[in-house]
């Protein structure tokens, strides 16, 4: 994840450059000079930045032991850009030697805490409430933090067990200021306002690194700032926790165990389909002998695997999933995820390598399990393929637990909502003789859905209600996310 960070921060005129990464900065030299230097952050005594008209000097000094390095005659923007992601990384490290830097505190104390940092008129408050907010966020499980800008102020919200939850309003006279400490500690360009950008941030939390994506999007009261949290501990690798019974989960493992055929996931975005792709490949990686390599084609890669071959889809470059996919499969894995089957392509090779000995795992956009076959049909791929290759679909959703501290009555522990965590409710539809033959006779989704329900396969209403039964949710939480 270091990798991510360790970007330089631009060319400073012909001969030198400066990386700044958590760890420390490096100078190095160029044309002839093939100086290296290099020193850890927590030595940067200062930085100053002495305007001159359009240039600029950059000077790092490190106190009175080493020389200070200057970095002369650079454009303005450059070396003020340079010296406000020192500043920051410095006084961050500062910061998180401090023992009170990770503690969590409660929901609805973090307005008050915001408020505070803001009386104190601190000339790091923005540094401080950008980097308070995303602990914070992080420390209560939020999968997404938003900051909204408003004409009269920010309002700060944590996507929490799905939905999103205003947690503070920040004054508008600390926007401009958030948005840029946001935009550095992604590495996004501070000066680029009226562009969407994107960009990540690794930030250690306790003993662990948590990965940050961030999204900036102009707004007419100023740009608007979305983070999506990847916080390797709250991740579901295994298919145990996601929700499912015992009789689908004996039924589940048996089809990923088989030795070729594809699996596919459906719901809506948000509904959990990542994570039950990579708790299976977990579950494969575990329970599969002699497994030789597992790879995955991913838009974006979501959580760093480690074992597995990871390729990263990027349109921009030509890397579509299709061609990703076939380059994987030169390589002969014998379990392939693919983050989405959204063109005919791509199904067209995912269909084919489900049939030549491959344990293909992915999603299609559709809204029911029968649906996806259909969709299928509809991108292009040839019946009698998709009829023999297809072993399963499985469907889901995503329900907030009822909270055991209070039993859905509300306390502090749920913040007072009566939820606590998420759990899966599925339909998993193994692929019949009889389904393949309607399948092959291209049949209406009239007919596939009629034939689901010929053969008794419970829906998602029926494994939710099981799960409200059991008072692991509310039937208003079922009603909420089935409609
Ligand atoms: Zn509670």
Redo the contacts with the bound molecule.
């Keep these: 994840m270091a990798e991510v960070l360790r970007q330089k921060v631009g060319w400073f005129g012909p001969r030198v450059e400066l990386h700044v990464a958590p760890e420390g900065l490096t100078l190095v030299g160029r044309a002839g000079r093939d100086s290296v230097e290099f020193a850890p952050i927590g030595d940067v005594a200062d930085v100053t930045v002495g305007a001159g008209g359009r240039r600029a000097d950059l000077t790092i000094s490190f106190g009175p032991a080493r020389p200070a390095w200057s970095l002369v005659g650079l454009p303005v923007a450059s070396a003020e850009w340079a010296a406000a992601v020192i500043g920051e990384e410095k006084s961050a490290l500062d910061r998180r030697s401090n023992p009170d830097y990770a503690q969590p505190v409660a929901l609805d104390g973090l307005q008050a805490r915001c408020a505070a940092t803001l009386e104190s008129r601190d000339g790091r408050a923005a540094v401080d409430l950008a980097d308070f907010l995303l602990i914070q966020a992080v420390l209560h499980g939020a999968s997404d933090v938003h900051f909204d800008p408003y004409s009269e102020d920010v309002a700060v919200r944590y996507r929490l067990d799905g939905l999103l939850r205003d947690v503070a309003r920040l004054d508008s006279g600390i926007k401009q200021q958030l948005t840029s400490r946001l935009k550095v500690l992604s590495r996004l360009a501070t000066f680029k306002k009226s562009v969407a950008q994107e960009g990540r941030a690794a930030v250690r939390v306790g003993e662990r690194t948590v990965d940050f994506r961030f999204s900036a999007i102009p707004t007419i009261h100023g740009e608007k700032i979305g983070v999506r949290v990847f916080d390797p501990a709250t991740s579901i690798f295994s298919i145990a926790d996601l929700g499912m019974s015992q009789d689908m989960l004996a039924s589940f493992e048996r089809l990923l165990m088989q030795p070729q055929g594809t699996i596919l996931l459906t719901g809506p975005a948000g509904s959990g389909k990542t994570t039950t792709m990579y708790a299976a490949l977990g579950y494969l990686r575990e329970n599969r002998k002699n497994l030789s390599s597992i790879a995955t084609v991913e838009d974006p890669v979501e959580y760093d695997l480690r074992v597995v071959n990871q390729t990263q889809v990027n349109t921009a470059s030509g890397l579509t999933f299709a061609s990703a996919l076939r380059t994987v499969l030169r390589q002969d894995p014998e379990v392939i995820m693919i983050g989405e089957i959204r063109d005919r392509e791509t199904a067209d090779i995912a269909v084919q390598a489900g049939l030549t000995g491959h344990m293909i795992v992915s999603t299609v956009h559709a809204r029911s399990a029968a649906g996806v076959l259909l969709r299928l049909l509809d991108l292009g791929v040839e019946p009698y393929l998709l009829a023999s290759s297809v072993s399963a679909v499985l469907s889901q959703r995503l329900v907030r637990k009822v ?1 055991r ?2 039993t859905g ?3 502090g ?2 913040s007072n909502t ?1 939820y ?1 965590g998420r759990t899966g409710i599925f339909q998993l539809l193994p692929i019949s003789d009889e389904m393949r033959d309607l399948v092959l006779k291209r049949k209406s989704l009239a007919e596939l859905d009629e034939q689901v329900e010929r053969e008794r396969v419970p829906s998602l209403l029926d494994d939710g209600s099981e799960k409200a039964n059991a008072g692991v949710t509310s039937s208003e939480e079922l009603t909420r996310v089935l409609g």
């Design positions: 909270c501290s209070c009555s509300g306390c522990k749920c009566g606590s």
